[in-house]
């Protein structure tokens, strides 16, 4: 059989992709669902975040008269005379602010900006924040959405060979069943890019895509900085850095403002706040956010456990919270204390009291926000653009994570008390049929590209060597959940089969349609079907795989994002190329939703 011809078994299934638009038209994607102001858990009891306006202010008041006592008394003199701020062995910067550094600011403000909007669209597909790994209801420490609805649960018991199996009890109708897209809200467009409910798949192409911008002007800035001698603005030298950032801290706060000396050393203060911003919260980003990778984090080993996925977001979130808090307070601080000598310094690279800096300044800021303003309109008119573009700059990156072999596994006292549901249910006559008759007439169709074309039986899969794994899942709106997966190893299906040469991709085509319509398939490559831990499972958790969860036959592929794991399959065609199925974008999601085909980060 040659690349160009389709299965006549398989022909009516591809008839059954649908093409996709290039842009996001609002009115086809899930209705909006406004949020709630967000809370965080203190013991049992749920605090409202706007508590933080008062208290701050309170904070603030109170700091200030306790500061402006100290600052009356001659102790704070003698104080003062020894740590004026500035320690006294602390070389000073003869370069100034040159242009490489005055460029490189720009960037990482304009950059940031992107990564910070991008960031809380991406969190808003799942707004809650966990300690734990299970992402069960009830156990978050933040959000900005009510309680999950109580809808399944999963309950243990001794099968009397001293194992325990878990059974699924639905409490409501499985079309009812609260989803993780049932729990996205919707982020106004000003803020979130592009602020439609659940465009996670945009988002994540701006976050990846500005985020590589921003590693790369970040090396860029980390090779200068300790080329030249700037390097002495940011890194402290002495421990007498400390006692002088109390020094300032204490002259800040009591509302005296001491003279600026940014353009030959910045002061105790402002070196600790920019050392542990570049070197501290920058890598632990980049830290975090590479840790809620399924392949990354599945092949630490033990070193995942630890430092979960819901771990590295909690603290992905503190690090978000940390630069907003920072660029509010930096720019407010430039405006009250030294405007417009800090304006010519950093923006026109002298050292005097003109207007230069503050016309290069809004010039700036006109393009800031004039980016800002068209980030959205234009993400939602060229959203096909925007996922071309990101796989142009990430995908090579995401293709080889592709290539590490999941290897992590945990116990069974591990498994998660929820495991999050997802998807559209199946609701035709033939799919209905089968379940009802426990689908013993159920027959796996695989075809296309291999030497020995199969028609498989659900007894005859489960006959054949079964493997069983405890993994995590990594749902691409940011929940994750371990289960116990029973079924049969891939690389046997290979085997069997025996693809050709020229296959290249397994396409699974499922029984359920997606939410757009046309039938829910995706891509993987080979190497994927190979690895030691992706299977074709029917089994979860010590139990027949739950209906929800993708009866009679679901992919279990762990190296890649929860979407990419096909539920209800009833065929698999291996292929040459996907160009020609649905929009070519190698998926459902692909096609529709702009994701990426490569999702292992």
Known sequence: MNAQQIPPLLEPLRARLTKARDSIRAGSWLPPQWGEVPRVRVGARWINV???????????????????????????????????????????????????????????????????????????DHPRLYWNRDCTPETDW????????????????????????????????????????????TIPGWLGIPGIRHTVGPARWWHFSVNELWVLNGIAFYGMLFATDQWHRLVPTTWMVF?????????????????????????????????????????????????????????????????????????????????????????????????????????????????????????????????????????????RLIQNIGKIMVGRLKGAAESWSPVIQYRERDISPHFWANGTLPVSTEFRALEKDGFVNYRLRIDGLVEHPRELSYAEIKAMPKQEQITEHFCIQGWSGVAKWGGVPMRHILDIVRPTREARYAVFYSFAEGADGGIYYDVHNLRNMRHSLTILAYEMNGSPLPLIHGAPLRLRCENELGFKMVKWIQAIEFVHDYAQLGAGQGGYNEDHEFYGNRMSI
């Not at 102790?75 to 910067?93: C, D, E, M, N, V």
């Not at 199996?165 to 409490?171: G, H, P």
Request: glycine content about 6%; proline content about 6%.
């Open 142 to 185: 933040f959000r900005f959405l009510h309680s999950v609805p109580k809808d399944r649960i999963w309950r243990s018991k001794d099968d009397g060979l001293g194992h325990t199996v878990r059974t699924l009890e639905v409490l409501v109708p499985a079309e009812k069943v609260w989803t993780s897209k049932s729990d996205s809200v």
């Open 243 to 383: 006692p002088n950032a109390l020094s300032m801290m204490i002259q800040y706060w009591s509302l005296h403002f001491p003279a600026d000396h940014s353009w030959t050393n910045y002061n105790a203060l402002q070196q600790l706040t920019y050392f542990f911003t570049v070197f501290i919260a920058a890598p632990l980003q980049i830290g975090t956010g590479l840790m809620q990778s399924p392949a990354i984090a599945n092949k630490l080993g033990w070193l995942g456990v630890p430092f979960n996925r819901q771990r590295a977001r909690t603290v992905h979130f503190f690090g978000l919270l940390w630069f907003v808090v920072f660029i509010l307070v930096h720019g407010t601080f430039v405006f009250i204390v030294a405007a417009r000598p800090s304006l010519n310094e950093m923006w026109a690279g002298v050292h005097n009291n003109s207007w230069e800096g503050l016309w290069i300044f809004a010039i700036a800021v006109a393009v800031l926000v004039a980016t800002w303003l068209l980030a959205t309109p234009f993400t939602v008119r060229s959203a």
């Open 50 to 124: 706007l508590w933080i306006v008062p208290i701050v202010f309170v904070v603030l008041v109170l700091g200030i008269a306790v500061c402006e006592g100290l600052y009356a008394t001659p102790w704070f003199h003698g104080f003062l005379a020894l740590y004026p701020g500035i320690p006294k062995s602390a070389p000073a910067i003869e370069s100034g602010f040159p242009l490489w550094l005055r460029v490189e600011h720009f960037l990482n403000m304009l950059f940031m900006f992107f990564i910070l909007r991008s960031g809380i669209q991406i969190l808003a």
